[in-house]
C-alpha cells in the first residue's frame, strides 16, 4: 500500500499538482454498531470512528461542508457531527424513525421521510426547527429534490410511488406507480430524468419529472443469479449525466449504467449486501457500502475496477463524502 | 366490465336489471343480451345501449367523481382460542385484523389512485353453510373474498363463487390436497403449505447436521397431516426419521390451578428410552403436547416443528427488511403482536391492492390474471419479492423460523439450488405437482 501511496504522490509532483491540505473524507454510518467511520480518500484508509446514536443510517454533509447529518432512526432523530471536531453537537427535529433525507440546493431546508408517520417532515436548517409536514404514502423512504429546488420526491415502499411534492406548496402534484418497495431517487444533473430504484421489483425506473411518465424500465440480469437476488438501492449518476452507479443488494454488484441507452454496460463484483454508494468529489473514486462484509468498496471510475476494499464497522449502510 | 359499481347504478338505470350485476361474467352477459332479445329491443339496439354505457362509465371513471370501490369479503368460522401458552392464545379478531391493515394500507396508496376498499367480515356459526355465504357475499357485490376455513368449506365456498365470478384467496389452510388434487383456478393461496413449512425447517436442521429426527405426533387429523409432510421433507432433504411416537389427546383443559407438576414429570418418561436422535420434531397443530417438550425430554435435545423452532410465515419478532414498520403500525392500531394469520391475510389483501394500483379497474378476472402473470412482485417484507406459482395459484415466500423470541434463520437455506427460484424449494414443485387448474 504504501508504495502504491509513493507512486500516487510521485505522478502528482510529477505533474505539478499540489495534494489539497485536508483529504476528502468519507462517512460511512454503520448501522449495528452505532458508529461512523471517517475514510480518508486519498489514503483510502479509516481514520477514526465516531460514536452516535442508535441505528444510523440516511448520512449527508451540509452544504457548507461544517456538519455531517445522520439519521439516527432508533432514536428518532438526526444527529449532527461537527466535521472539524468529529463530536456529535446537536440534534434535528426529524420526526419519528428517520431513515433517509435530502436538502434543497440552498442548504436552508431539510426533508426527511418518516416511515411510521406516513409523512415527510420539513426542517428550518438554520433554526433547526420543524416547519411542517407532507402526508404521503405507506412508508416513505427515497428523498431526492430536483437540481432547480422545486420538486421533491418521496418514494413510499409500500404504496410503490414516487410522490412529486411543489416544495413552495407543499402539495403533492403527481404520483407516480413504481415497482415494488422503492427505496431511493436521484436525479440526473441535468433534471431531465428521476431514477427510482425498486428494491424488491428489482428494477430501475426512470420517469420524465415534467410529464410524470415512466420512460423507461431498467432492469438486470446477471449469470448464475436468481431474480430474487437482484435488489437495486442506491443510485450514483456522475456529474455529466453520462453514467450511473446501482447498487444492487444481495446480487453483491454495482451496475454501470450508460444514461443514454439506460443498457447495464458492466457488473462489477463488490462486497456482500451493497446499499450506497457515493462519489469522490474529483469522482475518482466511487464508495460502496456492503452490509454483510462490513466494508468499504472502492471502485476506480474511470477503469471502472474495483481496487480496494476498506473494513469498516458493524453492518455499514449509509456514505457521505466531504467535498472539500 | 366493472367500472365504480355504484356510481353504475346512479346513472344508467334505464338499463337491463342484469347488466347492472357487479359480478357478470361473460357467459351471464350472452345470456342477459338474449334475456333483453325476449323482451322485445333488438339486439343491436342492446349492443349499442352497452356501447354507449362503456364509454359513458368510462368517462366516469376518469372524472374521477367518486373513487373506484372495492369491497373485499372475510369469511372465517367460529374456532376454538386454544393454544398451551397463554401468550399464543389467538385474538378473537386473528386474521381478519391483517386484512384489515393492508385495507388501510391500500386506502393510504388509494387516496392517490381515487380507490377505496372496504372489508366485509363474515363470521360463520357451526353448521352454516359456507356456500350460501359465499352466495349472499355476491349478491352484496363481493367478488373477492379472503377465506380462513378447513378445507371443505373453502371448496364449497370456491365452487359455489366460481359460478358468479368470485375469487378466493386462501389465508388459512395449510392443507396440501388444496393445491395438489383439489386445486382451484378460482382459490389463491397465501397460507404457506404443510410441505413448505417442512421444508423450510428441514433445510435448516440439515444444514445444522442435526439430521437424526425423532417424530412425536399428535392424535388429530392436522397433526397427521404434518407429520407426512415431515416425513417427506426428511427424505427429501437427507435426514433421517430414527423412531416415531404418538401423543394421544386424552382431552383436558390446558391450564389448571394444579399447575404443570404433572407435566414436568410425563414428559421426560414419554420421551424415555428413544433411539438415539439428534433433534426431537413435534407434529401438533392441535395445541395438544408440542408447547411442553422443550427443556422437559429425557436426553437433553432440542425441540422443532410444532414447538421450539417453528417454521411460519411471520412472526411478531420479525424485524427484517423493514419489518419493524409493519410491526410498529400492527401493534398501534390493533393493540396485539401480528401473527402468521394476520401476515397471510395482509399479503392476501396487499396482493389485491397492489394489482388494483396496476390495473385501475375493479375485476376480479383482471387482476387474478395481473397477479399470475411475470409482472407481479409483491414486497411484505420478507426480503425478496413474493411471485405466484402459476401451476397451483400458491404464494412462493421464503419461511421464518422462530423460536418465539427471535428469527433463528429464514429458508430457503444457503446451497439448496433450483433452476427458477430457490423459494420453489419449498413444498411440491411444477414438476411434483398434481394440480390441474379448472
Known amino acids: ?324 | 366490465m366493472k367500472f365504480g359499481a355504484r356510481s353504475v347504478m346512479l346513472r344508467c338505470k334505464k338499463q337491463p336489471a342484469s347488466l347492472r350485476h357487479d359480478g357478470m361474467t361473460s357467459t351471464q352477459m350472452t345470456h342477459s343480451l338474449d334475456h333483453v332479445d325476449l323482451f322485445g329491443a333488438s339486439l343491436t339496439v342492446a349492443r349499442t345501449l352497452i356501447a354507449a354505457a362503456v364509454v359513458f362509465l368510462t368517462i366516469v371513471a376518469a372524472g374521477a367523481t367518486e373513487p373506484l370501490e372495492f369491497k373485499i369479503g372475510y369469511l372465517r368460522v367460529e374456532k376454538p382460542r386454544v393454544a398451551i401458552s397463554l401468550v399464543a392464545v389467538p385474538a378473537e379478531n386473528n386474521g381478519v385484523a391483517g386484512a384489515q391493515a393492508a385495507i388501510n394500507d391500500n386506502n393510504t396508496t388509494g387516496k392517490f389512485l381515487d380507490q377505496h376498499f372496504t372489508l366485509d367480515d363474515v363470521k360463520l356459526k357451526e353448521g352454516e353453510d359456507p356456500a350460501a355465504a359465499a352466495a349472499a357475499l355476491a349478491d352484496r357485490g363481493v367478488s373477492i373474498v379472503l377465506a380462513d376455513l378447513p378445507p371443505d368449506a373453502l371448496l364449497r365456498a370456491a365452487d359455489a363463487g366460481h359460478a358468479r365470478g368470485q375469487v378466493f384467496f386462501n389465508v388459512g389452510a395449510p392443507d396440501e390436497r388444496l393445491r395438489e388434487n383439489d386445486c382451484r383456478a378460482n382459490v389463491i393461496h397465501t397460507a404457506p403449505s404443510r410441505a413448505m413449512l417442512a421444508d423450510a425447517l428441514a433445510q435448516y436442521l440439515v444444514w445444522k447436521q442435526w439430521k437424526r429426527w425423532f417424530l412425536v405426533v399428535g392424535s388429530h387429523e392436522p397433526d397427521k397431516l404434518y407429520a407426512d409432510a415431515l416425513r417427506r421433507a426428511a427424505t427429501r432433504f437427507g435426514a433421517k426419521i430414527v423412531g416415531e411416537k404418538v401423543f394421544e389427546d386424552t382431552g383436558g383443559s390446558r391450564r389448571s390451578d394444579t399447575g404443570v407438576v404433572q407435566v414436568q414429570r410425563q414428559i421426560p418418561v414419554f420421551t424415555q428410552q428413544l433411539p438415539a436422535y439428534d433433534v426431537l420434531v413435534a407434529a401438533d397443530e392441535s395445541e395438544v403436547f408440542a408447547g411442553y417438550l422443550p427443556y422437559r425430554t429425557w436426553d437433553p435435545r432440542p425441540v422443532a416443528g410444532s414447538a421450539g423452532l417453528v417454521p411460519t410465515s411471520w412472526d411478531a419478532s420479525n424485524d427484517q427488511w423493514g419489518a419493524t414498520q409493519m410491526q410498529d403500525r400492527f401493534i398501534r392500531e390493533f393493540k396485539r403482536p401480528m401473527t402468521a394469520l394476520d401476515m397471510q391475510a395482509w399479503t392476501a389483501m396487499r396482493m389485491i391492492g397492489e394489482s388494483a394500483a396496476h390495473k385501475r379497474v375493479n375485476d376480479p378476472k383482471a387482476l387474478l390474471e395481473f397477479i399470475k402473470s411475470a409482472d407481479f412482485a409483491l414486497a411484505a417484507f420478507k426480503g425478496q419479492k413474493l411471485t405466484l406459482r402459476d401451476w397451483n395459484l400458491q404464494l412462493r415466500q421464503p419461511i421464518l423460523l422462530t423460536d418465539g423470541r427471535t428469527i433463528v434463520s429464514v429458508s430457503p437455506q444457503e446451497g439448496f439450488l433450483h433452476q427458477f427460484s430457490e423459494l420453489d424449494t419449498l413444498g411440491y414443485d411444477r414438476s411434483e405437482s398434481k394440480c390441474k387448474l379448472q
Do not use: C
Open chain 1, 1 to 324: 500500500m504504501q508504495a502504491a501511496v509513493s507512486l500516487l504522490l510521485g505522478v502528482a509532483i510529477g505533474l505539478g499538482v499540489t495534494l489539497p491540505a485536508h483529504a476528502y473524507m468519507a462517512y460511512v454510518s454503520n448501522e449495528k454498531g452505532n458508529t461512523i467511520t471517517v475514510i480518508d480518500t486519498d489514503k483510502l484508509q479509516a481514520v477514526r470512528t465516531i460514536k452516535v446514536g442508535q441505528r444510523p443510517r440516511g448520512i449527508e454533509l451540509t452544504k457548507d461542508g461544517n456538519f455531517v447529518l445522520v439519521a439516527v432512526g432508533d432514536d428518532d432523530t438526526i444527529q449532527m457531527i461537527d466535521t472539524k471536531s468529529g463530536e456529535v453537537v446537536s440534534t434535528l427535529p426529524s420526526g419519528a424513525d428517520p431513515e433517509l433525507f435530502t436538502q434543497d440546493p440552498t442548504g436552508n431546508l431539510l426533508y426527511v421521510a418518516n416511515e411510521n408517520d406516513n409523512t415527510v417532515t420539513v426542517i428550518d436548517m438554520p433554526k433547526r426547527a420543524r416547519l411542517g409536514e407532507v402526508q404521503v404514502g405507506v412508508e416513505p423512504e427515497g428523498m431526492g429534490i430536483s437540481p432547480d429546488g422545486k420538486t421533491l420526491v418521496a418514494t413510499s415502499e409500500t404504496t410503490n410511488m414516487a410522490h412529486f411534492i411543489d416544495v413552495d406548496t407543499r402539495k403533492i402534484v403527481a404520483n407516480v406507480l413504481v415497482d415494488a418497495r422503492p427505496r431511493f431517487v436521484a436525479f440526473k444533473p441535468d433534471g431531465s430524468e428521476l431514477w427510482v430504484s425498486s428494491e424488491v421489483g428489482g428494477t430501475v425506473s426512470v420517469i420524465d419529472p415534467h410529464t410524470h411518465q415512466v420512460t423507461k424500465k431498467i432492469t438486470f440480469a446477471i449469470p448464475g443469479l436468481r431474480s430474487e437476488a437482484i435488489q437495486p438501492v442506491g443510485i450514483s449518476i456522475t456529474r455529466d449525466g453520462k453514467t450511473a452507479f446501482v447498487a444492487l443488494g444481495p446480487a453483491n454488484r454495482v451496475a454501470v449504467i450508460d444514461t443514454n441507452t439506460h443498457e447495464v454496460t458492466k457488473y462489477l463484483l463488490v462486497g456482500q449486501r451493497v446499499w450506497h454508494t457515493a462519489f469522490t468529489p474529483d469522482e475518482r473514486y466511487l464508495l460502496t457500502t456492503n452490509g454483510v462484509s462490513n466494508d468499504v468498496s472502492v471502485i476506480d471510475v474511470a477503469s471502472l475496477k474495483v481496487i480496494k476494499s476498506i473494513q469498516v464497522g458493524e453492518l455499514p449502510w449509509g456514505v457521505a463524502i466531504s467535498q472539500k
